[in-house]
């Protein structure tokens, strides 16, 4: 098992990759594998986290990071990351392999002196990597609100101290889904089904702390 950056030629196995670990997990289809496509021209897009794991020749993992800031109560603006899509082929999944790209690039955050990594994600993914509730760090959306998925992961002991933060992603993640669909006539059809995940992720997105 190999891991090492994406290069061009990766980029439509990545695609694949993408569709197969997310379809129908969180809506019927999915628009993962379209956000990748995109997300590598944004402005945004950080090349040197853009990390793959490759096995005999296969990729068969994915991890993309992009910029993201924290806004104090008094105006202190600090770069951190957020990573998204991340992703691990159905068949490899429960390896150990999502832990070791998660391990590795954030090692590599952390060497860029970076704070910390902020993500919206299934807290159940990621507590075990030592991600927090943003409300653990008086960390909230741009609203002032304490997302259930809102996830903070600190690189620096005592980083956040008391003042109060609000985290911006990129607007890369904010896209036309039209274009998705378009997108996604390029691959193979897959049918879109209703599961019992896509139920869990709706009451997810719609649960705050306080
Ligand atoms: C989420 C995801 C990236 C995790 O990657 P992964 O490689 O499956 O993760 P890991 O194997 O490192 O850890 C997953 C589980 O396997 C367990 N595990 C790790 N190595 C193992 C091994 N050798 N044998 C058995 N279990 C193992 C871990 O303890 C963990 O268990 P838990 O979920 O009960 O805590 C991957 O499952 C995925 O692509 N899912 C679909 C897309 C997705 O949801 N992405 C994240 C968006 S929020």
Redesign the pocket.
Same mark, same amino acid.
């Given at each position: 098992m190999n891991i090492r950056l994406e290069t061009k030629d990766d980029f439509r196995q990545v695609e694949e990759l993408t569709r197969e $670990?997310?379809w129908n997990?969180?809506v019927p289809g999915c628009d993962e594998h379209y956000l990748c496509h995109i997300l590598r021209e944004h402005k945004d897009f950080i090349s040197e986290l853009d990390y793959v794991v490759e096995l005999n020749g296969i990729i068969i $993992?994915s991890i993309m990071y992009t910029e993201s800031f924290l806004l104090s109560d008094d105006q202190e603006k600090v770069r951190t990351v957020s990573f #998204?899509?991340?992703?691990?082929h159905p068949d490899?999944?429960? *390896? #150990?392999? #999502?832990? $070791?790209l998660i391990e590795k690039t954030k090692s590599l955050v952390k060497n860029m002196n970076i704070p910390a990594i902020i993500i919206y994600?299934?807290p159940?993914?990621y507590c *075990?990597h030592g991600f927090r509730n943003g409300i653990d760090y008086h960390v909230s959306n741009i609203d002032g609100e304490y997302p259930l998925g809102l996830l903070v992961l600190e690189l620096q002991n005592g980083f956040f101290g008391k003042k109060k933060w609000k985290i911006k992603q990129t607007d890369a993640f904010y896209f036309d889904h039209e274009k998705v669909l378009e997108f996604d006539r390029q691959f193979v059809e897959k049918e879109k089904m209703h599961k019992y995940s896509q139920e869990i992720f709706k009451m997810n997105i719609r649960a705050f702390l306080r």
């Open positions: $670990a997310f997990l969180y $993992a #998204g899509p991340l992703c691990v490899y999944q429960r *390896k #150990g392999i #999502g832990t $070791a994600g299934d159940h993914n *075990k």
